[in-house]
């Protein structure tokens, strides 16, 4: 690093420049705009960055070496050179016969990881029978009511060979049973299962509204999955604690990673008030973020929060293993970001995003389709998207070093602003009594909200460029091709849904369900007997329904 004495030159260096070099030339042209700062105003843009503006930083305890403390150059000491990140593509269409269909032509074209989408109904703990179901069954995702559905979505698929990615939150305990039951009728032993469910309700509760229960009883389902895959499958994430929704609500990059955080922070502390190990379940934990367009911004956010992570995780809860340190994450291009106008300009803008989570360390990648604003995406806008990955693997050369924008001093610098920024937010979580009491006083969403507000005021006015939205507009409406849902088949779900009722063995269901309230009704973990009730074929709504008259419903 740098002296005193070579910092003092490069500051009077700096002003000299300014006087002799740079005034000039701002008196006669001035720059493009007043004002440079990121992507979502949190952090000023300086024109130009020395060692004078990362003058604090200390090599080994603020950056350090890929694999070691503090971890902001990664969590592995290999990372991408050893292996790269999963290749995940978001699926789950209309039926599970579609799905089945799309997960192997993505394992086919070389994807590493699947990752399903469930259609709203099965958010929200209700089978496509329900009225509450009408018009949306196999819309935005897949519909699954019984274990009969996962049978038919990874048929030929050995999940002894797959990692699988479920957005699922309120319901989660009763999905991953049933893709434990399939492990199960495959003969994977349960150890070998790979995979992550979202189960992260707090971000329900802030930014996508797919809540069913009290938030008490909610936490109470994550501490019991937290405790049952510890143990019976080890190798499973429990949970993707997901700025990725705060993000798309609208916060700014250091607001998605301090509420991210804390989400965490209070999950852990859950789970330590149920009684378990903080290094018994911390290493399964994992997290969910955005990839926006400001690369810089996005690859200090995510240096940031690895580096706040393993901080956190030994200051707060005296963590000693090193894996439980380690901030794993999942990244989606930002959904947010694409536009109805000029789709093909999406590419472009998932090709950036992808770059930034590459540069910044991610784990797994979720590339968007260029049609997603407008549907589902086709199978060539998939093909598409994953091949963006594919060439940013082999062909762009973003994963043969580690951490390649270390040492910039722009980076770096923004990477401490951003943290800096991210740790005053969760100090003023906790004077507000942590995340769950700052989401039940919608503190949380109100700041979000605010944000966003001043964002669409600043592209209505015009001062927030969006390409082909309020610039470089075209007045051709080009034909999109875009995915459909056929109406009719919700009814044949239905159908299907009406045989496995008449099928299965009503008494073993309502023997099954009786277990579930009554576990539900004490203090034992509900995993079990959840699992032993979708093995009888006992329906998402069925043991939903249960837990809501065990535990009643959150209206918000």
């Known amino acids: 690093m740098f002296d005193d004495d070579d910092l003092a030159a490069i500051r009077d260096g700096k002003r000299e420049w300014e006087e002799k070099t740079l005034n000039s030339t701002l008196n ?42 503090p971890y902001t150059r990664g969590v592995y000491s290999t990372m991408h050179r050893g292996r790269l990140w999963t290749m995940r593509q978001y699926a789950g269409m209309g039926t599970a016969a579609e799905t089945n269909e799309r997960f192997r032509y993505l394992i086919n074209e070389g994807s590493s990881g699947l990752s399903m989408a469930f259609d709203l109904p099965t958010q929200k703990g209700y089978d496509s029978d329900a009225s509450m179901a009408a018009g949306e069954v196999g819309k935005a995702g897949v519909a699954i009511d019984t274990l009969r559905d996962m049978e038919v979505v990874f048929d030929g698929i050995p999940l002894d060979e797959v990692s699988t990615s479920m957005t699922i939150n309120a319901p989660a305990a009763v999905l991953l049973a049933m893709y434990i039951s399939i492990g199960d009728q ?20 802030i930014a996508r509204n797919l809540y069913i229960y009290p938030p008490e009883s909610s936490m109470r389902l994550i501490t019991d999955i937290f405790e ?11 949970i993707s604690i997901s700025g ?3 993000r798309e609500a609208g916060s700014t990059a250091a607001q998605e990673i301090a509420f991210t955080l804390g989400n965490g922070i209070e999950y852990v502390q859950a789970a330590i008030d149920a009684g378990l190990n903080v290094d018994d379940f911390a290493p399964q934990l994992s997290f969910f973020f955005n990839a926006h367009n400001n690369i810089f911004e996005e690859v200090a956010k995510f240096r940031a929060a690895r580096r706040m992570w393993a901080k956190i995780i030994e200051d707060r809860f005296d963590a000693t293993n090193p894996k439980s340190k380690q901030l794993k994450f999942h990244t989606q291009t930002g959904g947010s970001t694409l536009t109805a106008q000029q789709v093909e300009n999406n590419v472009v803008r998932v090709a950036y995003q992808a770059l930034a989570a590459v540069l910044g360390g991610t784990q797994s990648l979720h590339t968007n389709g260029k049609d997603e604003a407008l549907s589902l995406p086709t199978e060539q806008s998939v093909r598409t998207a994953l091949r963006t990955q594919q060439i940013l693997a082999h062909e762009s050369g973003a994963a043969d070093t580690i951490d390649p924008l270390a040492g910039s001093y722009y980076v770096e610098s923004l990477t401490d602003e951003i943290e800096a920024e991210a740790f005053e937010i969760i100090e003023e979580v906790d ?26 005021q600043e592209i209505e006015a015009g001062e927030r460029v969006i390409v082909g939205v309020n610039e470089f507009e075209v007045d051709e409406d080009p034909h999109v091709d875009i995915e459909e849902v056929d109406e009719a088949d919700e009814e044949r779900q239905k159908q299907r849904l009406e ?3 008449e099928e299965r063995d009503t008494d073993a269901v309502d023997s099954s369900l009786k277990s579930v309230r009554e576990t539900a009704r004490g203090d034992g973990n509900i995993m079990p007997p959840i699992i032993d009730a979708v093995k009888t074929y006992a329906t998402v709504g069925e043991i939903s329904d249960v837990l ?9």
């Open 244 to 246: 990725y929704h705060i």
């Open 548 to 556: 809501r008259e065990e535990f009643g419903e959150y209206r918000g």
């Open 499 to 501: 045989t496995v009722k």
């Open 431 to 456: 004077r507000r009594g942590g995340m769950l009491e700052a989401v039940k006083s919608r503190w949380v969403q109100r700041q979000i909200q605010d944000v966003a507000f001043e964002r669409q």
């Open 186 to 205: 495959q003969g994977v032993s349960r150890e070998t299962l790979r995979g992550t469910i979202q189960n992260d309700i707090l971000k329900e509760y």
């Open 28 to 69: 006669r042209f001035g720059e493009r705009q007043e004002h440079f700062s990121t992507d979502t105003g949190g952090q000023t843009v300086d024109r130009v960055y020395t060692p004078a503006d990362v003058a604090d930083i200390e090599y080994e305890s603020d950056i350090g070496f890929p694999g070691e403390e």
């Open 228 to 238: 049952f895959c510890g143990t019976e499958t080890p190798n499973f994430n429990t």
